[in-house]
């Protein structure tokens, strides 16, 4: 017997029950979107739901592929995603380090500011934003996607908590050996900065390849429109075509599962960072 | 370079993208509320005209907006402490002795956070399906009339809700979960000593100790929750009768489906001053009660 009066295995079965019914639940929608994606065209609207293909498919795929054009989708994701990414870890790594570890004039005042900005939402921005990058020509365009991602405070912040645990000592010898700034920052503090550039860097890539509301304002050509975009516009017009729809959706969700499953360590890591010793 | 010079040169880029993409839209955005910037001025700018704060003041007359405002506040309302207790409950089964296969657990609670909201929505779109979505069907084994999830305005946004919840419930878990291992174990080791059965060695250890984490949890969890967008655009569209149009939803609508984009500011504002003042409330109480 334990406190709570009841015995041991029971306590043990209800913990554990508990937490195998929570992960079912979970999960099961997406194993679901899975054999539904797999099912052939029509098999999903029955009653009730089939659980698995009868004869899986690769049918529903094909047709995203060559019909709708995924293809296109998958890459406009791919190269916008993949580009945010590499510029957002350059730029947030050298601000963080900065922040962290080289004084300047006015950095406590800047860093405050920044993250008292961090209370406003990004939607506030959109309408200026929309009509700035109209003027330069940037609508309709990856790089109208990109820009607002090229740098975030969430991602200097990130960087700055990690770079201040590098030691004084690493930087000053080489100061004192004649070295430069630059040559400092990428031969010494980049390869000690590396778990947290991962982690910076699934953050941005999770974080462009989900976002939603501002590829659906920047991209409304057709052939630019990101897998997020897409995915929502086909199901508005195909809500009958349910596996269709989920072989969208795999498409959609796989490869930044993926990564995260990859991943996950240094991903867990950083929210905590990011947050609880906030 | 010396090392001062350095810092402005390192920091130079990020500040300057956040300044130009961010900052001066923010500026902007206040000045834009207060026009009449419209389809005509996006032709010709000479059509805009200074209105102050009309725009402002036919928000507030507006019932769409006021029924946006009310989707909005019942979905925080009720989304968020049923995401936190649902996200807590889980961090305790997790942290508990007793459980099997912890990081397993962990990671299939987290997986549907990382997913994408739109692809998501389209599969819960199915689920929710009155004639042959899941849940129905799992309600019909248990005795309960089909539910017209999206059809019936009184029932769309528990649907939204029960996704939501669904969605984002691991992330906050984790931060629990290590909240929780923070709380030395000695404590609930004197408790026990002292007789203390687990319910009151929860209220009072577990949660005084986690309460600067709680408060934490609940302002990001009502600042993403005020930010309602993607979750109605893909599964309902606003309806049914507009009982999901949410705030954001709103100022979508306004800003680039009609391009009232002076109105959408305004609306943008609007829930800004929502969100800081309904935070900054939950902060005043949690000082108040002595909650660091």
């Known amino acids: 017997m334990n406190d709570a009066g009841m015995p041991a295995w029971l306590a043990r079965a209800i913990v554990n029950g508990l937490l195998i019914a929570l992960a079912a639940l979970s999960v099961a929608p997406l194993l679901w979107m899975l054999a539904v994606s797999l099912m052939q065209p029509g098999e999903a609207s029955a009653f009730p739901p089939p659980l698995l293909p009868a004869s899986p498919t690769l049918h529903n795929y094909a047709e995203l592929f060559s019909r709708m054009g995924m293809g296109r989708y998958l890459l406009n994701s791919f190269l916008i995603s993949t580009l945010v990414t590499a510029i957002a870890v350059l730029l947030n790594t050298l601000a963080g380090y900065a922040f962290a570890k080289l004084a300047f004039a006015g950095r406590e005042r800047v860093f405050r500011l920044l993250l008292a900005a961090l209370v406003i939402p990004a939607q506030v921005s959109m309408m200026p934003l929309f009509l700035m990058l109209k003027q330069m020509g940037l609508i309709n365009s990856y790089a109208g996607a990109v820009v607002p991602g090229m740098a975030g405070i969430f991602g200097i912040f990130l960087v700055r908590q990690y770079a201040r645990s590098i030691p004084d000592e690493l930087l000053e010898a080489p100061r004192i050996d004649g070295a430069g700034e630059w040559r400092i920052f990428f031969q010494i503090v980049l390869p000690v900065l590396r778990p947290i550039l991962v982690t910076l860097a699934i953050f941005s890539f999770l974080g462009a390849w989900n976002d939603f509301m501002w590829p659906l304002i920047v991209l409304s050509d057709d052939s630019l429109q990101t897998l997020p975009v897409a995915l929502a516009s086909l199901s508005r017009e195909h809500v009958q075509d349910n596996e269709m729809m989920m072989a969208g959706s795999v498409v959609t969700v796989v490869p930044v599962l993926l990564l995260f499953l990859a991943l996950q360590r240094y991903y867990l890591q950083g929210l905590l960072v990011g947050s609880v010793k906030g | ?292």
């Open chain 2, 1 to 292: 370079m010396k090392p001062s010079t350095a810092g402005w040169v390192f920091a130079a880029p990020a500040l300057s993208v956040i300044g130009v993409f961010f900052a001066v839209p923010v500026l902007a955005a206040l000045a834009l509320s207060l026009t009449d910037f419209d389809i005509y001025s996006l032709a010709h700018i000479e059509n805009l005209r200074f209105v102050a704060f009309d725009n402002y003041l036919n928000l507030l007359r507006n019932p769409l907006f006021w029924s946006a405002l009310g989707n909005t506040l019942y979905f925080v309302a009720v989304g968020v402490p049923l995401s936190i207790a649902v996200s807590l409950g889980a961090a305790l089964l997790l942290h508990s002795r007793l459980a099997w296969f912890k990081p397993l657990f962990r990671t299939a609670f987290f997986a549907p956070v990382v997913t994408t909201v739109v692809a998501v929505a389209v599969i819960w779109r199915y689920l929710l399906h009155t004639r042959y979505g899941l849940i129905n069907w799992g309600l019909a084994q248990l005795g309960i009339d089909p539910v017209d999830w999206l059809g019936d305005p009184d029932w769309a946004m528990p649907a939204i809700i029960l996704f939501a919840v669904w969605k984002n419930f691991g992330y906050n878990m984790i931060i629990f979960l290590a909240g929780l291992q923070a709380i030395p174990e000695d404590l609930y080791e004197a408790a026990r000593i002292d007789g203390a059965s687990p319910a009151r060695q929860f209220r009072h250890i577990t949660l005084p100790i986690l309460g600067p984490v709680l408060l934490m949890v609940s302002i990001l969890t009502l600042a993403g929750y005020f930010q309602l967008f993607a979750e109605p655009y893909v599964i309902t569209q606003g309806g049914p009768l507009q009982s999901t149009v949410s705030v954001l939803y709103l100022m979508y609508e306004e800003g680039f489906k009609w391009w009232n984009l002076g109105n959408a500011s305004a609306v943008a504002f609007l829930l800004f001053v929502l969100m800081t003042a309904t935070t900054s409330a939950l902060m005043w109480i949690a000082r108040r009660k002595g909650v660091e």
